[in-house]
């Protein structure tokens, strides 16, 4: 369908088509019928409207109508009188596919016979041009203190009052003052959690609870439930390996939470009686219908119907993680996403409303019986939603992590500046002129500040007339003003113009309280979009942090090319308003050890020290290869699996449904990083990777030794293949021995090498890299001739990590050994850059730190140093530059 085409709506009576009225209709399928009239959906060219000679009454008969071609629509769309609609003076509109395609409102599903009617502006469209009332505006009530950070989530307790959970690892219960009814006093402050508090969720009274009870879950993976009459908690509720993100409330009193370990759990009587997995990833929240559906949304962009542990739809359309579920009453369910959107679903899984508004990331949603609805973001706003548009939009002085309506329909929020504020539309319970002042007034002062885009002053930017000038390189991006607003370009030089890449937009990150990822706040988290329709990746990033290290170790996580290193460095300077970016002289790049450089910074004149003298060297800290793709390696690992069980002689070297079992239970414990320092392991974890590493055939073991290269990231995963070293059973020799025997299986080498360097995160597996050091150079120098370039980049990764270690231990004869085996890269001019530059700089390093600066000179490094200082590649010549001065 063409973006530009004009559509109508009409009415008319219905008929069947002739050739003639259908020929026009843009998706050329039978209409569909309601009571004797007939919806058509047709070009800008299709036949006018004539007057109608009677009406259909109402919606429902439209929706509801028997129809053999029709899937039938359970619940009817509610919405004006189709008597006054019809009678209109005005037969249709002529709407604009754009705007459709934008406003995305009610759309009805059809079989597939016929076409899909989308009826997205049926109402505005239709309808007599008649303003609404207007709405009374929502104005500041009351605002709480009381909670000492963030506050993360609110719980209306009926008529009671209601409760909020804080960062400050407290849950903190609110009721109306006893003489002012419009404000509300601290009733009861919960202390029980260990970290921040999240979900909540509200016990009726009863006889075990006669002033009601609040269930919380945390960032400690814990569920408590508490009695309000008390204060206390009466059951604490373990089972979850990581945070716990919702909680619901069945009707038979069961206890549902779902939590980032992609589980849910139903508790009964303080005991877990069903555990299943919601998600293959993080589930972000659970929502229990009174009519008995349960719902969850997740990461994976989802939300999913659930009877028991089955899951009965999927619902598909958001582009991001779903954050929060509520209920449309009457309606269906509404959904939050980190899209930047809010959705109403039909209960049946037809989307039927989308909502478009948000600048950031949404984090909550709530609906009121009036059928209005409510939106947290990330922009620091909470938005109020009439029939899918935005009436109101209230600003707080930071980001909202949770909404509510209570019962009068007054608005509770929850702000990561600690403090709890009540909105209303009743005057009567407004706050005083002096209070609105002042927080008007931190508003207007907030607002005034933050006239910047990307952190960067609006005023500072230049105009478009700063495209007609070229850019330096290939990639480079460039924001202009235009308008109010910043956006950026990014310089093409095949075509020798600028691309535009859209509209930066602020976050959070300027605020105090900074940006949330993977449990972190930084001053920026930027979206990088890297093409070739992959998903957007978040780059985080804090002013206070060196640029290249971040843009180092982005890359290796995201697995791209470390080429792009130095295009990733000028985005993040661009971005975070660090043009004039001057390092810190006491600062040490974890990648390079010396100070982060900036091309065309001027070198600081104060002394001769060497940290402000070479750019590159010397190398501290450990290089790690930390990412993974599991579920390709679990599949590469089921596929070898039915090899070995359709061969008679093999068979009993598979694995059984246990073992499987037991290889996604590890998986788990793995993908969650945030919470290694409580997760853990165990030894019939490592038993089944010494079963598959020992026993296997040779060219089936390199999904497991990539196993193995993220088991040994988590602190329980070094510790156990220590001490199965330590008992005898060396399955790191015995693996090394296995994949570099003849013939070499190359994807067995590429993952042992990146294995290998993995252990140089836990010191614990120090002692036996240094025993091993010569046995693994040795051995691998002797195979790679057959290195694939990732190879070479592991291996020269190594031996950079041994150059550090070396160093340290101040192991002479490891450390001529690694100068050798680097010298012998850095001469290679086939090598690729990355491996070539992390070779020089591990000479470098040995040079400058290490004790073979004299051996470097007799195996003429000065000639390396010359050759690399007259590189194409800026970084290799600098740190060429940085070793011929070594040589002086």
Partial sequence: MNDRMAMHWHV???????????????????????????????????????????????????????????????????????????????????????????????????????????????????????????????????????????????????????ATSSRDKTVRFWTQHPEKKQEYVLSKTLVGHSSFVGPLVWVPPSDR?????????????????????????????????????????????DIISSSMDCTLRRWRDGNAVEVWEAHKVAVQTVLKLPSGELFTGSSDSTVKLWKGRTCLHTFSGHADTVRCLAQMPGMGILSASHDGTV??????????????????????????????????????????????????????????????????????????????????????????????????????QYTLSRKTVGGLKLTDLPGVEALQVPGNSDGQTLIVREGDNGVAYSWNSKELNWDKIGEVVDGP????????????????????????????????????????????KWLLKENLPLTYRQQVVEFILQNSGQNNFVPDPSFRDPYTGGNAYVPGQPSSSNGSVPKQTFKHIPKTGMLLFETAQFEGILKKITEFNATLVSDSEQKHLSLSDADFSRLAAIVKVLKNTSFYH????????????????????????????????????????????????????????????????QPVHPPNVLTLLRAITNLFDNSCLHQWLRNHCAEIIDSVSSCKQSFSKSAHLAYTTLLLNYSVLSIESKDEQSQAQILSAALEIAE?????????????VAIGSLMLNGLVKSIALDLD?????????????????????DIELLTK
């Fill in 861 to 881: 490094v000065k000639s390396v140093a010359s050759s690399a200082k007259d590189s194409m590649d800026s970084k290799i010549a600098e740190v060429g530059a």
């Fill in 678 to 741: 409580t997760s853990k392991l165990a030894d019939a974890d490592m038993a089944l990777m010494m079963k598959i590493l020992k026993s296997w055939p040779s060219h089936m073991m390199f999904p497991v030794i990539d196993f193995l290269r993220m088991f040994v990231l988590h602190p329980d995963g070094a510790t156990l293949l220590l001490k199965t070293i330590e008992s005898g059973n060396d399955v790191l020799v015995d693996t090394f021995s296995k994949a570099v025997a």
């Fill in 12 to 162: 008319t009576k219905a008929r069947r088509c002739s050739s003639e009225a259908r020929s026009p209709c843009v998706f050329g399928e039978a209409p569909v019928t309601a009571s004797g009239y007939t919806v058509y959906y047709t070009s800008a060219e299709g036949p006018s409207c004539k007057s109608l000679a009677t009406t259909v009454t109402s919606w429902s008969e439209l929706v509801e109508v028997p129809n053999s071609d029709a899937e039938p629509i359970k619940e009817p769309i509610h919405g004006p009188s189709l008597p006054s609609i019809i009678k209109s003076t005005t037969p249709y509109d002529t709407i604009r596919h754009d705007t459709i395609q934008r406003r995305r409102n009610f759309a009805w599903q059809l079989a597939s016979s016929q076409s899909r009617l989308a009826v997205s502006l049926l109402r505005q469209s239709l309808r007599p041009r008649r303003r609404p009332p207007p709405m009374a505006a929502y104005q500041l009530s009351a605002q709480l203190h009381g909670h000492e950070d963030d506050v993360r989530g609110v719980c209306i307790c009926g008529d009671v009052g209601f």
């Fill in 343 to 444: 959705k109403l679903w039909a209960l049946t899984g037809q989307p039927l409303l989308e909502m478009f508004g948000h600048t950031s990331l949404v984090y909550s949603v709530d609906a009121h019986s009036s059928g209005l609805i409510a939106s947290g973001s990330e922009d620091r706003s909470v938005k109020i939603w009439k029939d899918g548009i935005c009436v109101q939009s209230m600003e707080h002085p930071g980001c909202i992590w949770d909404a509510k309506f209570l019962d009068n329909g007054d608005v509770v929020t929850a702000c990561s500046d600690g403090i709890v504020r009540i909105w209303t539309t009743d005057n009567n319970r407004f706050c005083s002129d002096e209070e609105l002042a002042a927080y008007t007034d931190i508003i207007s």
């Fill in 209 to 253: 609870f006669p002033e009601g009870g609040i269930v919380s879950g945390g960032m400690d993976t814990l569920v408590l439930l508490w009695d309000l009459r008390t204060g206390e908690v009466v059951q604490t509720m373990k089972g979850h390996s990581s945070q716990v993100t919702g909680l619901a409330l069945d009707d038979n009193g």
């Fill in 828 to 840: 290679d001019d086939a090598q690729d850059a990355d491996s070539k530059y992390r070779a020089l």
């Fill in 509 to 552: 990150g300027d605020a105090a309280p900074g940006q949330v990822h993977d449990g972190a706040h930084y001053d920026f988290v930027f979206n990088v979009d890297i093409g070739d329709g992959e998903p957007v990746r978040k780059l985080p990033y804090n002013r206070s942090d060196d640029p290249y290290a971040v843009a180092e």
